[in-house]
């Protein structure tokens, strides 16, 4: 039998989800984390939610949410700091291509290459091979339509990359308004 047990007295489930996240490889389930606490799924969700209140602000880790999923990261306030402590600066630059392309999947995911092409009026091929090598988007699924394209979405690196802790923290989608009408017109077509 346990110290905890026999004395009757179970931490709280913050700390067991903050020492789970912290040993965890990668982004686990909220039901990951209820299986190995022997604890229901709500009471996980609760608990992820109070542990995230309680690192806001005040700590150098945080909770990144991506597809259902949660991990412990580096809070993005020191993203300057642990990248430059793990060597990583020089390969955080992203092209215009890159960068363009990254908010379309963002914004529109999942996306096919096509769809992505579409939006762009170029082709993409360089850019996706280059984003996937980096881990910024992933391969989700494959599409309905002729040929059933391959649909892409956005990982929890793309996350860290932009210091974001889930796509909600997305600034909203707004086109600018054009000043030409058929422009505007071509816009809402598209």
Same mark, same amino acid.
Not at 122 to 129: A, F, Q, W
Not at 160 to 167: A, P
């Given at each position: 039998?346990?110290?905890?047990?026999?004395?009757?007295?179970?931490?709280?489930?913050?700390?067991?989800?903050? *020492?789970?996240?912290? %040993? *965890?490889?990668?982004? %686990?389930? *909220?039901?990951?984390?209820?299986?190995?606490?022997?604890?229901?799924?709500?009471? %996980?969700?609760?608990?992820?939610?109070?542990?995230?209140?309680?690192?806001?602000?005040?700590?150098?880790?945080?909770?990144?949410?991506?597809?259902?999923?949660?991990?412990?990261?580096?809070?993005?306030?020191?993203?300057?700091?642990?990248?430059?402590?793990?060597?990583?600066? *020089?390969?955080?630059?992203?092209?215009?291509?890159?960068?363009?392309?990254?908010?379309?999947?963002?914004?529109?995911?999942?996306?096919?290459?096509?769809?992505?092409?579409?939006?762009?009026?170029?082709?993409?091929?360089?850019?996706?091979?280059?984003?996937?090598?980096?881990?910024?988007?992933?391969? %989700?699924?494959?599409?309905?339509?002729?040929?059933?394209?391959?649909?892409?979405?956005?990982?929890?690196?793309?996350?860290?990359?932009?210091?974001?802790?889930?796509?909600?923290?997305?600034?909203?989608?707004?086109?600018?308004?054009?000043?030409?009408?058929?422009?505007?017109?071509?816009?809402?077509?598209?």
């Amino acid at each position: 039998m346990s110290e905890i047990d026999s004395e009757n007295k179970p931490y709280p489930i913050t700390q067991r989800l903050e *020492a789970l996240l912290f %040993v *965890a490889s990668g982004p %686990v389930t *909220a039901s990951q984390l209820a299986d190995a606490l022997i604890v229901d799924t709500k009471e %996980v969700e609760s608990g992820l939610k109070e542990l995230q209140k309680a690192l806001e602000g005040n700590h150098g880790i945080a909770l990144q949410w991506h597809g259902g999923r949660v991990q412990l990261t580096s809070a993005p306030l020191f993203a300057e700091e642990v990248e430059r402590f793990l060597g990583l600066e *020089a390969l955080q630059r992203l092209s215009r291509a890159a960068v363009e392309t990254l908010a379309i999947v963002a914004y529109r995911q999942p996306i096919s290459r096509p769809g992505i092409e579409s939006v762009r009026g170029v082709s993409s091929d360089g850019v996706m091979k280059n984003l996937l090598a980096k881990g910024l988007i992933q391969e %989700v699924g494959r599409g309905e339509g002729p040929g059933r394209p391959i649909l892409f979405s956005t990982t929890s690196e793309f996350l860290q990359h932009f210091g974001l802790s889930s796509l909600e923290e997305l600034p909203p989608f707004e086109l600018p308004e054009p000043d030409n009408i058929e422009l505007r017109n071509q816009i809402l077509k598209d």
